[in-house]
């Protein structure tokens, strides 16, 4: 059965709201932002909700009152073209307002967040634009030479101390102390919605590897059985119901008996 395709940019920015948690009351985050009544939209856009307010967070000690984010699957790679598209979308973003620098130019920056250090892209925007690329910390570039504030970030690179689920947004997870630590990580704070919209696009890229360590938080293969399983659920269910042990298929999900059942027919052992 083919994979549904994963929804990367939510978890982007579930992982974005993760990251920044400890300063959230100092920004805003517009997901998708529409620029204009045409279908161009910033992937992220984080304003400062006070200008003067610094950010500490590695990942947005760039940060000025309107900032732009691009981000890049982890199977995409950030082209020369994704640099103009999203230049031009910090122009637009600009130019959008009822009177002239509403948006002060200069509280503009741009991040560019990709898994692949975009050498080609880099390489022209040297070349063509004088733009040079600075190493600042492990995954986090300055990109100078532009009036515009603008920075690289190569989530693979990433310290894991500083920008764990960040890092971890990936689809090439092998080791297994990695995916324990994933998943210890995750148990802290699976009540919160962002850390459950990351940890499941992480689940779904990394499935292989993550069923064959039986590291996956319960819960989490409970959703995706549902989904993909619909057909043998159903089926099993009918069975229970059969042999008197529940009445009704709604309330199956919610039935031990039948969660077990569940992961025997998928080979999946639940954590606890």
Same mark, same amino acid.
């Given at each position: &059965?083919?994979?549904? =395709?994963?929804?990367?940019?939510?978890?982007?920015?579930?992982?974005?709201?993760?990251?920044?948690?400890?300063?959230?009351?100092?920004?805003?985050?517009?997901?998708?932002?529409?620029?204009?009544?045409?279908?161009?939209?910033?992937? =992220?856009?984080?304003?400062?909700?006070?200008?003067?307010?610094?950010?500490?967070?590695?990942?947005?000690?760039?940060?000025?009152?309107?900032?732009?984010?691009? !981000?890049?699957? /982890?199977?995409?790679?950030?082209?020369?073209?994704?640099? !103009?598209?999203?230049?031009?979308?910090?122009?637009?973003?600009?130019?959008?307002?009822?009177?002239?620098?509403?948006?002060?130019?200069?509280?503009?920056?741009?991040?560019?967040?990709?898994?692949?250090?975009?050498?080609? &892209?880099?390489?022209?925007?040297?070349?063509?634009?004088?733009?040079?690329?600075?190493?600042?910390? /492990?995954?986090?570039?300055? =990109?100078?030479?532009?009036?515009?504030? &603008?920075?690289?970030?190569?989530?693979?690179?990433?310290?894991?101390?500083?920008?764990?689920?960040?890092?971890?947004?990936?689809?090439?997870?092998?080791?297994?102390?990695?995916?324990?630590?994933?998943?210890?990580?995750?148990?802290?704070?699976?009540?919160?919605?962002?850390?459950?919209?990351?940890?499941?696009?992480? &689940?779904?890229?990394?499935?292989?590897?993550?069923?064959?360590?039986?590291?996956?938080?319960?819960?989490?293969?409970?959703?995706?059985?549902?989904?993909?399983?619909?057909?043998?659920?159903?089926?099993?269910?009918?069975?229970?119901?059969?042999?008197?042990?529940?009445?009704?298929?709604?309330?199956?999900?919610?039935?031990?008996?039948?969660?077990?059942?569940? !992961?025997?027919?998928?080979?999946?052992?639940?954590?606890?």
């Amino acid at each position: &059965m083919a994979k549904r =395709l994963l929804q990367w940019h939510p978890a982007f920015c579930a992982a974005m709201r993760i990251e920044l948690e400890e300063e959230a009351d100092k920004i805003r985050i517009e997901e998708e932002h529409l620029l204009g009544e045409k279908p161009m939209q910033i992937d =992220l856009l984080i304003i400062k909700k006070d200008k003067a307010q610094k950010i500490k967070k590695n990942i947005g000690q760039i940060f000025r009152t309107y900032n732009i984010l691009e !981000y890049k699957a /982890p199977d995409d790679y950030l082209s020369v073209n994704d640099f !103009y598209k999203v230049y031009g979308y910090a122009c637009f973003y600009q130019s959008q307002t009822d009177s002239a620098e509403a948006v002060d130019p200069a509280e503009l920056t741009i991040t560019f967040v990709c898994n692949h250090y975009p050498r080609r &892209m880099l390489a022209h925007i040297k070349h063509v634009r004088g733009i040079t690329t600075r190493l600042r910390e /492990p995954g986090i570039y300055d =990109l100078t030479g532009d009036p515009i504030v &603008m920075q690289l970030i190569v989530t693979k690179k990433l310290s894991k101390g500083n920008n764990f689920w960040l890092r971890s947004l990936r689809n090439d997870l092998r080791s297994e102390e990695e995916i324990r630590t994933i998943e210890e990580k995750y148990g802290k704070n699976r009540d919160k919605t962002p850390y459950q919209a990351v940890m499941d696009v992480i &689940m779904r890229a990394n499935d292989e590897k993550m069923e064959e360590k039986k590291m996956v938080p319960h819960e989490i293969w409970e959703k995706v059985v549902m989904e993909i399983g619909e057909e043998k659920m159903g089926q099993l269910a009918e069975k229970l119901i059969a042999n008197g042990r529940i009445s009704d298929v709604s309330k199956a999900a919610k039935d031990g008996d039948f969660r077990q059942k569940m !992961y025997e027919e998928f080979g999946i052992e639940r954590n606890t």
